[in-house]
C-alpha cells in the first residue's frame, strides 16, 4: 500500500501564491507516477498535473497551464504543486495520487489518494 498525505493548503488572495506538498510512505515511491486533482464545491473531481516516475515528464490541465508547476523529489518521498497567479476558480480540495501507470493518472482514477488540503482564493 501507498499512504499520501498533503499540506500546505490555506488561504490566499486572487494573484497570490501557494505550494502544497505530498508526502508518501510504503511502497517504493519512485516507482509511480504521481498527480494532483482538485474537486470544488458541486464540481466533479478534475485533473491537475501529473509527474513521470523521474520527473522527466509533467502534464498540466488546460486550466492551470502556465501557473502551476510540478516536481517531485524521490529522495524524499515528496512532491509538490507549486501554484501561481491564483484566481478564485482555483478554490477546491486538492488531492494527491500515485499510480504504476501514468497513463492512469493522466486520464483515469489512480489507485492510492491522500485525504485533501483546502485552498481557497478569496477575490
Known amino acids: 500500500q501507498v499512504q499520501l498525505v498533503e499540506s500546505g493548503g490555506g488561504l490566499v488572495q486572487a494573484g497570490g501564491s501557494l505550494r502544497l506538498s505530498c508526502a508518501a510512505s510504503g511502497r517504493t515511491f519512485s516507482n509511480y507516477a504521481m498527480g494532483w486533482f482538485r474537486q470544488a464545491p458541486g464540481k466533479e473531481r478534475e485533473f491537475v498535473a501529473a509527474i513521470s516516475w523521474h520527473g522527466g515528464s509533467t502534464y498540466y490541465a488546460d486550466s492551470v497551464k502556465g501557473r502551476f508547476t510540478m516536481s517531485r523529489d524521490n529522495a524524499k518521498n515528496t512532491v509538490s504543486l507549486q501554484m501561481n497567479s491564483l484566481t478564485p476558480e482555483d478554490t477546491a480540495v486538492y488531492y494527491c495520487?500515485?499510480?504504476?501507470?501514468?497513463?492512469?493518472?493522466?486520464?483515469?482514477?489512480?489507485?492510492?489518494w491522500g485525504q485533501g488540503t483546502q485552498v481557497t482564493v478569496s477575490s
Open positions: 495520487a500515485a499510480d504504476k501507470t501514468l497513463l492512469v493518472v493522466t486520464t483515469g482514477t489512480p489507485d492510492y
